[in-house]
């Protein structure tokens, strides 16, 4: 499972990186293909504030179409990032902490009868227990929930799964980095399993009955992993495939629609160019927004 986990996640960070890439060649190809000109063809005013239209052909309309959505998705990066950075405070700073758990420095306690235990942090990841956990687990039933939390610990785990739904959410054009970073969410539960029924000497029972005692519950997927039962946990290749042609048609799109786009203004006075300026992004920051939310 962890060499399976590791494909996925490669993968994933692959066509994210290309995904991103795409993103942002578009703004870029569409600033590059506006032009200011001195002299305009079309003057109107707007409250005395005399204006030129711009010239656009429908090359450059679709060009700004795309331009928008990648502004769009990369709005919501930076939303989603600051999100993840405020909850991740958030949980720092109001989780009631009772100190290091004892024989274990790593793995911080915390005040709470529910039954938890997780790994949290994205710089510096840390493992908790809650002090109800403690309380009902057993020797070997907490040996086996730590060393599952530490797999994760060792790996990043956190870091790696809210970067992945952050992007897999953003690049809504590519789903084959959703569909991975589920996958990957999942077999990375399978591996820390495995690490688990590793620490115990390969115990289920102790293993199974950890798992029972969180409030939580477990995914069957994980049920069955533990029993022993097989499952298909092979990558979605087809989608991948699909969406690496998808990702070619869109930039062959670009690179086509640069060439015959067509995006010229010209302005008048000195003050029209400033409110012409600072208008032309914050209407497509906007726009922006609001496609990504109806998507």
């Known amino acids: 499972m962890l060499r399976a986990s590791s494909r996925a996640y490669r993968l994933g960070a692959v066509l994210s990186a290309l ?22 063809g079309h003057v109107a005013s707007v409250f005395g504030i005399r204006l030129a239209l711009p010239a656009a052909n429908a090359a450059a309309v679709a060009l700004l179409v795309l331009a928008t959505l990648g502004l769009a998705v990369l709005v919501t990066l930076l939303r989603g990032a600051l999100a993840i950075l405020s909850g991740h405070r958030r949980l720092r700073h109001g989780l009631p ?20 235990a997780f790994c949290a ?26 060393a599952h939390e530490r797999m994760h610990l060792a790996r990043r785990d956190p870091l790696r799964i809210v970067t992945g739904r952050l992007l897999g959410e953003a690049l809504f054009f590519a789903p084959a980095v959703r569909a991975l970073v589920h996958r990957y969410d999942t077999l990375a ?19 199974a009955s950890a ?35 998808g990702a070619a048609a869109l930039a062959m799109l670009v690179w086509q629609l640069a060439h015959h786009a067509v995006l010229r203004t010209a302005l008048v006075s000195p003050a029209p160019c400033i409110v012409v300026l600072a208008a032309v992004p914050l209407c497509a920051l906007a726009l922006g927004r609001v496609a990504s939310r109806r998507l």
């Open 121 to 146: 942090g994205l710089a510096r990841p840390r493992v908790y227990v809650s002090a109800g956990a403690l309380s009902v687990l057993g020797p070997d039933e907490l040996r086996a929930v730590l």
């Open 211 to 245: 798992m029972l005692a969180f409030d939580a519950g477990i995914a069957p997927e994980r049920a069955d992993h533990v029993l022993g039962l097989p499952g298909d946990w092979t990558l979605p290749v087809a989608l991948c495939t699909l969406t690496l042609a």
């Open 189 to 207: 539960e399978l591996a820390a399993d495995d690490y688990a029924l590793a620490a115990v000497g390969g115990d289920r029972a102790v293993v």
């Open 19 to 40: 995904g991103l890439a795409l993103v942002i060649g578009v703004v870029v190809v569409a600033l590059s293909t506006f032009s200011l000109r001195s002299h305009p």
């Open 97 to 116: 902490v009772v100190g290091p758990l004892p024989g274990e420095p790593d793995v911080v306690v915390f005040a709470s009868e529910s039954v938890h």
